[in-house]
């Protein structure tokens, strides 16, 4: 009853964009900060964005910037992360994690749900 689904994920070519969704059930999303990450095989999760409790606070990795952009809406509690210009590197499957601030983002220890795959393909 406690977790958040990811959805939004798809083959996409490069310099396209999606937009994903975290969903909760079983608590009130607003209450907390949402990370995304991602992951490619053979490679290390990525931290991509966090945003907090009322949009106060956003953050991205560097290579994302200017490209993705993290959202909410509270009443359908779901947090959105909308990419565009997407990259081949961009590639992974991403997961949305749920915590108390960004601050100590990206080093969070937040369980991992599915995932939804991004591939950016030619």
């Known amino acids: 009853q406690v977790q958040l689904v990811e959805s939004g994920g798809g083959l996409v070519q490069p310099g396209g964009s999606l937009r994903l969704s975290c969903e909760a059930s079983g608590f009130s999303l607003d209450r907390f900060a949402v990370g995304w990450f991602r992951q490619a095989p053979g490679k290390e999760r990525e931290g991509v964005s966090c945003v907090s409790v009322g949009e106060v606070i956003t953050r991205y990795a560097d290579s994302v910037k200017g490209r993705f952009t993290t959202s909410r809406d509270n009443a359908k509690n779901t947090v959105w992360m909308k990419m565009n210009s997407l990259r081949p590197e961009d590639t992974a499957v991403y997961y949305c994690?749920?915590?108390?601030?960004?601050?100590?983002?990206?080093?969070?220890?937040?369980?991992w749900g599915r995932g939804t795959q991004v591939t950016v393909s030619s």
């Open positions: 994690v749920p915590a108390q601030d960004c601050d100590r983002w990206p080093r969070w220890e937040g369980s």
